[in-house]
């Protein structure tokens, strides 16, 4: 079964192929469809992610599934949240990885609680009219870094550390990061709904 994933992002594409394999979908991208990225006006990762799916599953025909996560810490309010990804951009800066963990770390100086957490809304439909959209969330608990730890991953997973692992999400290896990530829980609730709601596997 194919599925068009509602996002460009060729690192997240990755992490999701690895997350579904079990139920042997197949997923491409809507921009390899010709389909243009949908607005994502909303102020909550769930809208975000139901209207990115709706959006790629009435362009393609084809069952969708949308990603909407981020970066939501405690001190900041649950910001940079909805606009983790161009948080940078907030500030007069440019939008990259590299220059929302240096607009993060300038807005963290001096605040004692560093308590954050990724969160990842999942959404899946059969059709862009799909009257009942499959939701799962995901959520991993964490702290803001002082400084950028490890080479791996991307978005603020150098500024994660995990306590119970000892360190960044960037130093985990990809395994480990698919077995315990905010993706990984909402993909593994989002797969036993699939197989519930849509027969699969």
Known sequence: MKLVLASNNA?????????????????????????????????????????KARHAARDSGLPALADDSGLAVEA??????????????????????????????EKMSGLTDRRARFVSALVAVRSADD???????????????????????????????IPELGKSVAALGADEKNRLSHRALAAQELLRQMREAWHLG
């Open 11 to 51: 690192k997240k594409l990755k992490e999701l192929q690895a997350l579904f394999q079990p139920l042997g979908l197949e997923l491409v991208t809507q921009g390899s469809l010709g389909i243009p990225e949908a607005e994502e006006p909303f102020h909550t990762f769930v809208e975000n992610a139901l209207t």
């Open 76 to 105: 900041l309010g649950g910001m940079p949240g909805v606009l983790s990804a161009r948080y940078a951009t907030l500030f007069g800066r440019e939008k990259s990885d590299d220059e929302n963990n240096r607009v993060l770390l």
């Open 131 to 161: 009257p009942e959209p499959l939701i799962a969330m995901g959520r991993w608990q964490g702290e803001i870094l002082a400084a950028t730890q490890g080479e791996g991953g991307f978005g603020y997973d150098p500024l994660m550390f």
